[in-house]
C-alpha cells in the first residue's frame, strides 16, 4: 500500500477529550475504547499512514496494553489498522489503485446485493428499509457527523442485506466494506454537500425496490456507488505524494 507517510505523534491535549468518550455508556470497555478509537480514525484525527503507539494510545484511553492491543487487532480485522515490521500498528493508506478496484468491486457487489433483495424481500423487509433510510435522513438532515451518517447507512445496508438472503454474499461485503470505511468516509467529508446528495441517491434506490423494480435499483446503487467513487479516489490522490522527476 503506498500513501503520504504521516510522522504526527499523539499530542498529549487530546488524552482528555478522548479518555472522556469512554465510560459514558454501560458497553465493555474494550467495545467503548474500539468505537472511540475508529471514529478517530474515521474522522481523520489518526490520519492514513500514521503509526498508532501503544503507550501513547493508553495515555489517551486511560486502559490497559491489553485493551488496546485487543483492539489494534480488532482494527486490523476491519482493515483500518496494519501492522507493519520494526513499526508496529499503523492506520492504512491506500492507493489511488487500490481504491479504484474496491469500488470497482463493490459496484458489482451492491448492485446483486439490491437485485436479490428485490427478488426475495419480504414486505417486512421493506418496511424495514423504509424506516432505516428514513433515519439516515434525519442523521443527515440534523447535520450529523460521519460517524454517525457511516453508522446509520450501515444500519440500511443490513436490511439490505438481511432481505436479500445470502450469506457468502453477506460476507465479502462484509469484508469489502471494512476496507472501504477509509474511503467511504473521506467520499462524505471531502465536499459538505455529499451526505445530502448520498441520501437523494438511496431516496432514488429506496423507491425503485419498494416498487419491486430490481433493475431500476441497481441503477441507482450504481450511480451511488459511483458517485462515492469520484470523491473518495479524489481524496486519496490528495494525500499521495508526488513522484520525483528524474
Known amino acids: 500500500m503506498t500513501g503520504m507517510p504521516y510522522s504526527r505523534r499523539v499530542n498529549d491535549a487530546e488524552a482528555p477529550s478522548l479518555a472522556a468518550q469512554i465510560g459514558r455508556v454501560a458497553a465493555p470497555l474494550r467495545t467503548q475504547v474500539l468505537d472511540v478509537l475508529r471514529e478517530a480514525i474515521l474522522t481523520m484525527r489518526f490520519a492514513p499512514g500514521q503509526r498508532l503507539i501503544e503507550r501513547e494510545l493508553i495515555a489517551l484511553t486511560g486502559v490497559s496494553r491489553t485493551t488496546i492491543r485487543e483492539v489494534l487487532r480488532e482494527l486490523a480485522a476491519e482493515g483500518l489498522v496494519r501492522t507493519v515490521p520494526q513499526k508496529g500498528a499503523v492506520v492504512v493508506a ?72 445470502n450469506s457468502a454474499l453477506r460476507t465479502s461485503l462484509a469484508q469489502l466494506h471494512a476496507r472501504v470505511s477509509l474511503l467511504r468516509a473521506g467520499s462524505l467529508s471531502s465536499d459538505p454537500g455529499r451526505p445530502a446528495e448520498s441520501v437523494d441517491e438511496l431516496r432514488a434506490l429506496v423507491k425503485a425496490v419498494e416498487a419491486r423494480e430490481g433493475e431500476v435499483a441497481a441503477a441507482a446503487m450504481t450511480a451511488h456507488v459511483r458517485a462515492a467513487a469520484r470523491l473518495g479516489i479524489a481524496a486519496v490522490r490528495r494525500t499521495q505524494p508526488v513522484p520525483e522527476i528524474v
Open 94 to 165: 491506500l492507493s489511488a489503485e487500490e481504491a479504484e478496484e474496491l469500488y470497482e468491486l463493490r459496484e458489482v457487489l451492491e448492485g446483486h446485493l439490491v437485485r436479490r433483495f428485490v427478488a426475495h424481500a419480504s414486505d417486512g423487509h421493506l418496511v424495514a428499509l423504509r424506516r432505516a433510510f428514513t433515519h439516515l435522513e434525519d442523521v443527515v438532515g440534523a447535520g450529523g457527523g460521519t460517524p454517525e451518517v457511516l453508522r446509520a447507512k450501515d444500519a440500511l445496508y443490513d436490511v439490505l442485506l438481511d432481505g436479500a438472503g
